[in-house]
């Protein structure tokens, strides 16, 4: 199968220092792929990356998601083109109420793709439903997007958002931190709903915890800004007894 | 020394200069150098009766190519009830001067709005005197001028009187706007409670001037003053001077002054989500101003005032 997501030998350096040293990394359409490493690797710059966060500067390399240059197209264009990251820290956002910010997000990407807004009444519905599968109170998405929120709350607002903006790549970036194990599966339930064989996703964590409830087809260790080690999910149960130290050895 | 007796008596001298303290950051005789023919004066009367309610629009508009003075004397008796808009869309030079008493247990409810040409030099100065119990409730929404000043000056008789005085400034291009408050609370037990907002970009200056002295034995006084910019451009300009004079012991007082950027963090969430950099940044500037719009309790004058950012910001972006 064609890959999906295709990222080859990506340089990304932050403040003119070098992070990512070389990144190769190809996930095919319906897959899921856990990227893991010891912290510094460079595991949310890939995501920031790959999203197109300012300050993040490729210096080398290609990503492509089904064939279009990525790092050719400004952050709000990869969105509309399907790349969603679910951020470590979510962001607040004083004075924009949750459901007018995501509702202001699904308007802007159906315009860029061409299709027509979404209705009050249907935008409704729909967010009422993706809430109540994500167990969350209907009237914190009346308060401004996640001020004030627990680690918890701001983890299942970005789940929501995503199963409101149905990605073709997802990206979550440390999903489990901050989380207790109750919302650890909420959030997990809601990832494993959206897997699908248009959707790939690419799981970063430090963990293995959260690979027991989402299942990756594969796992790749990164480490010194590049992908070290590449195996099936037994490959993250070994990381887990054994550490990182031997592959931070290896690529120095 | 006032725009308004350089007006009447056509002596530049008078005019404020940024030798004075008060108006250095709004200078008129450095801008001035002469002054277009004075239209004559007019005068605005408006009398509130014990326990009446009325809703007034004033509107102030000098002609391009003139310049002009009014007057106004607003009074509203005990338990009156005034719901004020004044319209400033002038395109000359004006000076307004007005004199506000409010009763015994009155309100006021105070919306003041600018519509100035680019080429207008635009002063509105109010002295307030409140009653005991007296309620005023104030928002200064404006655009600026090519130089700009709304004052207010609020003699407060603590006593139970409840005073807000808010504020927004929304200014591009090279325009000017100062607002400038001063609140002397004299006696006991008196409120005051102000948010002033504002957004500068391309070469435009925003000033604010906030000044609260709470007198000698003028105790249970509760004052707080806020003043938060957001300057979008590196040729605009902020100049903030917030002052608490406190003469008393028995206080409540709090004043915060912010002057920076949009948030880099929010504005990339919100582009990660989809939304385009022109509308992300419009979004979060709208919310950053929208706490002031959320205070005016009025549901119309609200509304309207919301009406009136949305139009100031789709314009200026």
Not at chain 1, 91 to 101: D, K, Q, R, S
Not at chain 2, 109 to 119: A, L, P, Q
Not at chain 2, 124 to 140: D, H, I
Not at chain 2, 215 to 234: F, K, N
Request: hydrophobic share 40%; proline share 4%.
């Amino acid at each position: 199968m064609k890959p999906m997501l295709s990222i080859k030998n990506l340089h990304v350096s932050v403040a003119g220092k070098p992070i990512l040293d070389g990144l190769t990394l190809d996930i095919p359409a319906g897959e899921v792929h856990a990227v893991m490493g010891p912290n510094g690797a460079g595991k949310s710059t890939l995501s920031y990356a790959l999203a197109g966060r300012p300050g993040y500067e490729v210096t080398a390399g290609s990503a492509t998601l089904d064939g279009v240059d990525l790092l050719a197209l400004e952050p709000d264009e990869r969105a509309s083109k399907g790349v969603f990251l679910s951020f470590q820290y979510p962001t607040e956002i004083p004075g924009v109420p949750a459901l007018t910010f995501i509702r202001t997000a699904l308007n802007a990407q159906h315009k860029a793709r061409g299709e027509a807004e979404i209705s009050a009444p249907d935008f409704l519905r729909l967010v009422r439903a993706k809430a109540a599968a994500l167990k969350m109170d209907f009237d914190m998405l009346k308060r401004p997007l996640n001020v004030g929120f627990s680690g918890g709350e701001k983890k299942r607002m970005e789940i929501l958002q995503m199963a409101m903006l149905p990605p073709h790549l997802a990206i979550l970036d440390e999903t489990d931190s901050g989380l207790d194990i109750d919302a650890l599966r909420i959030v997990s339930e809601g990832v494993n709903a959206m897997r699908g064989p248009e959707r790939s996703m690419l799981v970063i964590t430090h963990y293995q915890r959260l690979l027991d409830y989402i299942r990756p087809d594969r796992v790749h260790v990164l480490a010194m800004g590049r992908i070290v080690a590449s195996g099936g999910p037994e490959l993250a149960h070994a990381l887990e007894a054994e550490g990182y130290d031997k592959y931070a050895q290896e690529a120095a | 020394m006032s725009l308004a007796r350089a007006i009447e008596t056509g002596d530049l001298t008078a005019l404020p200069s940024r030798r004075d303290e008060d108006w250095r950051w709004t200078d008129l005789r450095g801008l001035l150098r002469t002054l277009p023919p004075a239209a004559p004066a007019k005068l605005e009367r408006i009398v509130v009766n014990p326990g009446e309610t009325r809703v007034v629009d004033l509107c102030f508009r000098v002609a391009a190519g003139y310049s002009q003075v009014t007057r106004g004397d607003i009074q509203v008796a005990d338990g009156g009830h005034l719901a004020l808009t004044e319209d400033y869309d002038g395109e000359g030079v004006s000076d307004t001067e007005l004199t506000i008493s409010l009763g015994a247990n009155s309100r006021l409810e105070r919306i003041v709005k600018t519509h100035s040409s680019d080429d207008a030099v635009c002063v509105s100065r109010a002295e307030v005197t409140l009653g005991a119990g007296a309620v005023l409730r104030q928002t200064v929404l404006t655009s600026g001028a090519r130089r700009q000043r709304i004052e207010t000056r609020v003699t407060h008789p603590g006593a139970g009187a409840s005073v807000r005085l808010d504020g927004l400034y929304l200014l591009a291009d090279k325009r000017h706007a100062d607002i400038t408050t001063a609140v002397t609370h004299a006696g006991v037990g008196g409120t005051t409670d102000q948010l002033i907002k504002g957004v500068v970009r391309d070469q435009a200056r925003g000033v604010f001037q906030g000044r609260i002295v709470v007198s000698p034995g003028a105790d249970q006084t509760e004052a707080r003053m806020g003043h938060h910019a957001l300057v979008l451009s590196d040729r605009a300009e902020v100049d903030g001077k917030p002052e608490l004079e406190i003469y008393a012991d028995d206080v409540v007082c709090a004043h915060g002054n912010t002057v920076g950027a949009l948030d880099e963090d929010a504005l990339f969430y919100a582009r990660q989500r989809g939304i385009p950099e022109y509308e992300a940044r419009a979004m979060l500037t709208e919310a950053f101003v929208g706490e002031v719009i959320d205070r005016i309790e009025h549901d119309d004058a609200r509304e309207a005032a919301r009406a009136w950012v949305a139009g100031q910001l789709g314009r200026a972006s």
